[in-house]
């Protein structure tokens, strides 16, 4: 089977990472696992941000459990943060984060472009399908109709419909190394309640799954994709608390010199104590490359 995949554009030191954190889960053979993701997006002097953490699902009672004992609290209504919190999250070694801090405002147009002609294939693929399939993929068929009507209308927010682009095309890439590199039979993934995922009657969960469809192909079939409704998610604040912490510090830093700022000691206390060479925390920039002319995934190396 081919075994190329798209998230190698991350780089040899996600790998290295990703290697070393599943020498220390328990199970090795793990054929489930869940996406957890919080995002700092158009946010006033913030970075934009996307915190992705990812763990075996057959952990997440215990996790829920811990998260919710210990993680009590959004980043955003936490004065002081706890030794409590602080050691939880850097001592936690069955979740394994990847931070993306966003770098360029072409994106925005790029993205934009590249959601607009992969929706039109879909579109162009329906038209081909058996009457059959067609039959089945209605619905899905006239939500994305509506979508690319509406980002070719003078009324999109070209900002959102980037930055949603971006939100589903990581997670597909995630998605598509744990299905051909980990042999997953079944992935779920719990999203932040946020504007991306109830946009459009959750057109994303439908795009996402296409998405994936077309990455993935005919290396495997047998293959599960678990989307929760958007009225579900206030049940997984707890989990959503690891990515949510991680996001709100990597939102709230500057570098300069080889040195990290943070006007809160919050924000430089898991800095320094919990995500600062972490094994298990990548981390990346997500910029445009002027003379390449594209989107590129470049390290963000610790000073």
């Not at 997440?60 to 706890?82: A, G, P, V, W, Y």
């Not at 997953?184 to 969960?205: E, L, P, T």
């Not at 300069?256 to 206390?269: L, M, S």
């Amino acid at each position: 089977m081919n075994r190329t995949i798209t998230l190698s554009s991350f780089g040899e030191e996600f790998f290295r990472k990703w290697k070393c954190y599943k020498k220390n889960i328990s199970n090795r053979e793990i054929k489930e696992w869940l996406i957890c993701s919080d995002y700092c997006i158009d946010a006033k002097s913030k970075n934009d941000t996307l915190t992705f953490t990812i763990f075996p699902s057959n952990l997440r009672f215990k996790i829920f459990k811990e998260t919710k004992q210990i993680l009590t609290q959004d980043m955003k209504h936490i004065t002081n943060i706890s030794k409590e919190v602080l050691d939880y999250l850097k001592n936690n070694k069955e979740c394994f984060s990847i931070g993306i801090i966003l770098r360029n405002k072409k994106l925005f147009v790029h993205n934009l472009n590249e959601m607009s002609k992969h929706l039109h294939a879909q579109i162009e693929d329906y038209k081909t399908m058996p009457e059959d399939l067609q039959k089945q993929k209605k619905e899905e068929h006239r939500l994305i109709v509506d979508f690319v009507n509406y980002i070719d209308s003078k009324k999109c927010d070209k900002k959102l419909v980037s930055y949603f682009f971006l939100v589903m095309q990581t997670v597909a890439f995630i998605m598509e190394f744990l299905i051909i590199r980990e042999n997953a039979n079944s992935i779920y993934w719990i999203s932040d309640r946020d504007k991306i995922i109830s946009f459009d009657d959750g057109v994303i969960y439908y795009l996402l799954n296409a998405l994936v469809f077309l990455l993935v192909k005919e290396r495997k079939k047998d293959y599960k994709i678990g989307l929760f409704p958007f009225e579900e998610l206030q049940h997984f604040d707890s989990i959503l608390r690891i990515p949510d912490i991680i996001t709100g510090t990597l939102s709230s830093i500057s570098s300069k010199n080889g040195a990290v700022f943070a006007e809160k000691e919050k924000h430089r206390d898991v800095f320094r104590d919990v995500i600062y060479n972490n094994p298990r925390i990548f981390l990346m920039y997500y910029i445009w490359d002027k003379i390449k002319g594209h989107q590129e995934f470049v390290i963000l190396n610790h000073p």
